[in-house]
């Protein structure tokens, strides 16, 4: 029976699939949300609408609780403001000026940020893995980064929740802690079946998946028509991300999202219980009343705006008594490997992650490094792929033959877990941004163990595409993935927030995105983001937390 009402079923306790029109992709509501006044405490203001506050604001309206969403970037209209063109989406990315520095600085922008209603899931690939039972514990099995204060085993349900909400299509899932995916997996094209027969050559088992995109149906979300263009917004709303997966339900149920909105500062009183959030809209400064705050800005904007929030009882800003904010920033080493074929390819003409494995993910002794690696199909389109070639060092008259080349190229991509160094941090710079805040600086390098760990990896992605018959190779260097800067821990001087994401030293803050993740693993972390969130609201409506507000803030924690 599970079988054949695969795909059929839409999640309970999300109408999001339904509520969407059934033949505009604009997302229904937004005219007739609810707009609270200033002087209104509201029982959740959350700061941003990502992975994790979209999550949150969707289970705490629905629960009752009075939310309020402010985010930096525009409320989307994916038919309106999206464009199958790689240049004409520049929009969509958060490209504020940021110092990067350390010996090993990491390039931002659109492979790490988000900006808008919908978070960096509106131009992420798609891939969502879950992570490991060993992501949670890898001091203890493997003596390097940090244990989490929680398990895999208290995120498991939530992980089976979120995959039925996005949906999550892919073949059954041997790896971790063996699974299956609500929706079966999608097609793929010539140039995942080469990675695919390359990868079976050299002794490496792959699967097709997982990603949240829907195959078939899903209410009034479309089945994905393959146009390739999941990294500039999907336009047919197939795609997962927050701004349909969970924003539709949320407004339903009384939420309202004030786009547009830039949190400069959160605003505590003398006993260090916060009040508020200060924010600029149109150029002009506003206070929202808040009887609590969910910070949820990620793992640049989150400890950024913690730092800033300096006063009375936080001289170092909000959460930092232990000097721990900002501290413990990770990004995952994805070297990227494309293979030459004579026949014609078209890696476009599907998601971008179609084929993948995780069998390098563990600790493996015979390797000369912790940890490991996943690998999954990488489809750039052509402006992307000129960043191959050109970091390849071919120029001129070989830049424009390997371009007119395009359709016969494939390529591969790792992930390598780089281990959390407390050195590898954001700290706020002397220079500050149109809206009065200091610049981020985030410093950057690598230990031994995470070279050791991205040269093994580039050359089995080498070793699969030589297997499959490759004439040609490119390769590239670079970073993906930001998590950690407010990690989750045991105490003040680990960590910035504990199990319950409540910051250290306040009563009702709370931080619900990446930047909690105390180590990075080797998948991609959207997924993970979204299941804390969907934790952390089933635990605001279980526990005491201190609340002396009379909405359903103060109802939920008696």
């Not at 099995?141 to 940090?146: A, I, K, P, Q, S």
């Not at 200060?278 to 009343?289: A, L, P, S, V």
């Amino acid at each position: 029976m599970k079988d054949l009402l695969k795909g059929s079923v839409l999640p309970r306790d999300n109408d999001s699939a339904r509520l969407l029109h059934p033949t505009r992709r604009d997302i229904p509501g937004r005219d007739r949300m609810r707009r609270f006044a200033h002087d209104d405490e509201v029982d959740m203001l959350v700061i941003g609408c990502g992975a994790g506050g979209g999550v949150l604001a969707q289970r705490l309206a629905r629960a009752g609780w009075r939310v309020c969403v402010l985010e930096r970037g525009p409320f989307w209209d994916p038919e309106a403001d999206w464009v199958s063109d790689e240049a004409g989406s520049a929009h969509i990315y958060w490209n504020d000026v940021r110092i990067v520095g350390g010996k090993d600085p990491v390039q931002m922008g659109k492979n790490n940020s988000g900006h808008g209603v919908g978070g960096s899931m509106v131009h992420y690939a798609g891939y969502t893995p879950r992570f490991h039972p060993s992501d949670f514990e890898t001091q203890t099995r493997d003596g390097v980064g940090t244990d989490w204060p929680i398990t895999y085993r208290d995120l498991r349900e939530h992980y089976a929740r979120v995959e039925r909400e996005l949906p999550v299509a892919g073949q059954d899932w041997p790896w971790g802690d063996p699974h299956s995916y609500p929706h079966s997996p999608h097609p793929v094209c010539g140039a995942a079946e080469r990675a695919w027969h390359g990868a079976i050559q050299h002794g490496i088992e792959m699967r097709v998946g997982p990603v949240g995109i829907a195959n078939g149906v899903f209410g009034n979300r479309p089945h994905c028509i393959y146009r390739g263009f999941c990294l500039q917004g999907c336009k047919v709303n197939a795609k997962a991300s927050p701004l349909v997966t969970h924003v539709p339900d949320a407004l339903e149920h009384g939420a309202e999202i004030r786009a547009d909105c830039m949190v400069v500062r959160i605003e505590a009183d003398a006993s260090g219980k916060a009040t508020g959030v200060t924010y600029i809209h149109d150029g002009k400064e506003c206070f929202q009343r808040a009887a609590a705050i969910a910070v949820c800005g990620y793992s640049i904007e989150s400890p950024r705006l913690l730092l800033h929030s300096s006063g009375p009882g936080f001289p170092n800003g909000i959460g930092n008594a232990g000097d721990q904010v900002g501290r413990y920033l990770m990004v995952q080493g994805a070297p990227q490997v494309a293979g030459r074929f004579p026949e014609l390819l078209r890696m476009y003409k599907a998601p971008p992650p179609e084929v993948s494995s995780e069998q390098f993910y563990e600790t493996d002794p015979s390797r000369d490094f912790a940890r490991g690696f996943s690998i999954q199909t990488i489809s750039p389109l052509p402006i992307g792929w000129a960043e191959h070639v050109l970091a390849d060092g071919h120029r001129g008259a070989a830049l424009r033959e390997y371009m007119r080349d395009y359709n016969h190229w494939a390529v591969l991509g790792a992930l390598s877990e780089l281990l959390p160094q407390p050195e590898n941090r954001v700290t706020l710079a002397g220079e500050t941004d149109q809206f009065g805040m200091p610049l981020v600086r985030f410093d950057y390098t690598q230990c031994e163990n995470d070279r050791r760990n991205i040269a093994f990896a580039k050359q089995t992605l080498h070793d699969i595409w030589e297997s499959a018959g490759a004439q040609d190779v490119l390769t590239i260097d670079r970073y993906a993935h930001l998590v950690g800067g407010c990690r989750m821990g045991t105490s003040p001087d680990n960590s910035v927030v504990g199990a319950d994401h409540r910051v250290w030293g306040t009563d009702n803050v709370f931080v619900a995105d990446g930047s909690v993740m105390p180590t990075q693993g080797s998948a991609n972390p959207a997924l993970t983001i979204m299941v804390l969130a969907s934790r952390l609201a089933e635990l605001l409506g279980r526990k005491q937390l201190g609340a002396t507000h009379k909405g359903a803030y103060a109802r939920a924690v008696r």
